[in-house]
């Protein structure tokens, strides 16, 4: 990529970052407003990309209603954390993403020229075109979706991208893509955030690596988690090169349930965090947990839960005082 052109493109998004809407909006919670940025574009626009260029800016605590990604492209800068009273710096080649709702204060330096790339995604969006990719990754999944259910969190990811992964070039290309905007910006924009959103989900492992489960039960596990949509008994002794009877026998001796009970509950637990959490219509949700039809879904999940989804979310929302 040329880099007069990459520098051309910067600087556009770089000036039109100041004509976007960053209005703070009130929103109530419970007897407590808080301060909040809806979404600053066009609402055509399922994915922005904005630069954020900067030589000294303190914002106040606030939140989003969308997914941000922002990529420190060049300097330093702080962000505060309520919850926790986390105060962090996020350095030159590092990430910082909250979900919807995740609030954070944005400190620029006066003496730092900082350039911040942030890919800001719809949350429609993200949950449609992005989360089905992204859900093997039981942790990653969570961060995702568990302040939708919790609906205020001040959980972030932050981490160095490692220099020979592809994210930086990812960036840049979405950079020029958006500046320079054509009628099928949007359809490239995300193939390229599929992408970047993969490379993302490799370095979070890599961030959050934790020792290897010893148990043989618990890699069986682990591997059902992470293939709760279609994974079968076979699949399993294929991959671990046992035969089916011998791991059915294994789970029951080891963790006390049956593959198909592990697989349930694999599936309800995921099946509640994305009606908590995204809005999607209950035959979505059933496709991106592995049922083949929505009334399959309905019969384990009113067998499960002894109530049926609409009922569950509706108690939800009775429960957190939304109703």
Known sequence: MGQEILCSAVEKLREEFMTLDWTYHNFLVGSCEERMFCWPGVPEDEIMIVVHQSGGRQELFHRHDYFYFNYTYQGEYDSTSFKYDNHITIHEGELYAGQPFAGHAL?????????????????????RAFLPMLSANTKLFRFLLDPATNQFSDEFIHFKIEDDCNIRA????????????QEDTQTVLKSLVLAFLIQIARQYV???KEPSSEGLSEKIVQYIGEHFDTVTLKDIAK????HPNYVSTLLHREIGKSFSEILLEQRMERSVILLKGT???????????GYSNSSNFYKAFREYYHVSPREYVRKNELYNGNG
């Open 107 to 127: 400190c620029v330096h006066d003496d730092k020229e900082t350039t911040i790339i942030g890919v800001l995604i719809q949350k429609e969006t993200f949950f």
């Open 170 to 181: 990812l960036l840049e290309m979405m950079v020029v893509e958006y500046a320079n905007r």
């Open 206 to 208: 890599h961030a959050n």
């Open 239 to 242: 991959h671990f090169s046992y």
């Open 279 to 289: 809005g999607l219509p209950i035959e979505e949700i059933a496709l991106m947990i």
